[in-house]
């Protein structure tokens, strides 16, 4: 089992950035699969990126690539999302999520451990 810990969301101008941070518990972690994933208030959770157990394969969800980056460190059991040119719809509670697997999960159903969650506002 692993527990997620998120950090680094708040307020934001449009046009500007943030970096959201994932801390995972246990020994485990290169094992899973992370991901970082977001819910506006009325909509569907959506995975924003995912990242296999290497970080040498990627997903990005269609509005968010060329201005969102995931990456992770295995050594220190994080994984990081650097949110460029912040757009107002990308308003949302963000999650980090996990799954034991080698492969890239990019669909909200498959993964299992869940962090609390870290809200993103971007103002106009």
């Known amino acids: 089992q692993v527990q997620l810990v998120e950090s680094g969301g708040g307020l934001v101008q449009a046009g500007g950035s943030l970096r959201l941070s994932c801390t995972a518990s246990?020994?485990?972690?290169?094992?899973?699969?992370m991901g970082w994933l977001r819910q506006a208030p009325g909509k569907e959770r959506d995975v924003v990126a995912a990242i296999n157990w290497s970080g040498g394969r990627t997903y990005y969800g269609d509005s968010v690539k060329g201005r969102f980056t995931i990456s992770r460190d295995n050594a220190k059991n994080t994984v990081t999302l650097q949110m460029n040119s912040l757009k107002p719809e990308d308003t949302a509670v963000y999650y980090c999520?996990?799954?034991?697997?080698?492969?890239?999960?990019?669909?909200?159903?498959?993964?299992?451990?869940w962090g609390q969650g870290t809200q993103v506002t971007v103002s106009s």
């Open positions: 246990g020994r485990t972690f290169s094992s899973y699969a």
């Open positions: 999520a996990a799954k034991a697997s080698y492969g890239l999960v990019a669909a909200p159903v498959e993964y299992v451990y």
